[in-house]
């Protein structure tokens, strides 16, 4: 079945510790997007990638830094981890401007330490 | 800014019965799209049902209708015959209709959520 997947489902990294969590799309959708969501919180957009375009949030941290290398990957880099950066990251994908709905992976659930 | 209120963190029901999730919006636009999804515990978030603001015409899907007051900025999901399955994190949620600020495409405004049980 075409899907979002991503990895790892459960990350532990250091406090300043840098990390990576990946997105990776069978469904050759042309827009692929990052969310943030803390407990309790509605997800909260961080950036995406339209086609190769890459369209940063006003408010994402430096800190916060994406690659797309390809169509079907998408990678989020965190430099240097803090404790309030301990979320579950959810990626998603959209085909255009994803008016009739965006496709969600399972998220990484990432914990600082 | 679009801002998407969600004012039941939690709701229950009995098995088989309905119950109607609200969602309240507020945005300046004509033209937008509203959603519903579904976060099952541990699960990826699906899509449950989408409206079009131009259309007047409320969304259904199966046991899945909402209930489209534009006027009122309001977008309620009802769930039908609730089942156990339906137990699950329940997200209203926004996309304008115009283009973004940088390359044509915005994300989704969420709202927090609300927290749907169902008791057998």
């Known amino acids: 079945d075409a899907m979002v997947i991503q990895n790892p489902r459960y990350q532990v990294t250091q406090f300043g510790k840098p990390v990576t969590l990946s997105c990776s799309q069978t469904?050759?959708?042309?827009?692929m997007y990052w969310y943030q969501q803390k407990s309790s919180q509605a997800p909260k957009l961080l950036f995406h990638?339209?086609?190769?375009?890459?369209?940063n949030e006003a408010d994402t941290p430096d800190n916060f830094q994406s690659r797309r290398p390809n169509t079907s990957f998408c990678f989020l880099d965190i430099r240097s981890p803090g404790l309030g950066d301990a979320a579950m990251y959810l990626c998603?994908?959209?085909?255009?401007?994803?008016?009739?709905?965006?496709?969600f992976g399972s998220g990484t659930r990432l914990t600082v330490v | 800014a679009q801002t998407v209120t969600q004012s039941q963190p939690e709701m229950s029901v009995q098995e088989a019965e309905t119950v109607t999730l609200s969602c309240t919006y507020d945005?300046?636009?004509?033209?937008?799209?509203l959603f519903w999804y579904k976060q099952p515990p541990s699960r990826q978030m699906i899509l449950v049902i989408r409206?079009?603001?131009?259309?007047?015409q409320n969304a259904t899907e199966n046991r899945f209708s909402v209930n489209f007051q534009k006027a009122a900025k309001s977008f309620s999901l009802k769930i039908s015959d609730s089942q156990l399955g339906d137990a699950a994190m329940y997200f209203c949620?926004?996309?304008?209709?115009?283009?973004?600020?940088?390359?044509?495409?915005?994300?989704?405004?969420f709202g927090k959520g609300t927290h749907l049980i169902i008791q057998p």
């Open positions: 998603a994908t959209s085909r255009g401007r994803g008016v009739l709905g965006y496709t």
């Open positions: 469904l050759n959708h042309n827009v």
């Open positions: 990638y339209y086609d190769k375009d890459f369209n």
């Open positions: 945005t300046s636009e004509s033209d937008y799209y």
């Open positions: 409206q079009e603001a131009y259309k007047q």
């Open positions: 949620a926004y996309r304008s209709a115009g283009m973004g600020s940088g390359g044509g495409a915005d994300g989704l405004t």
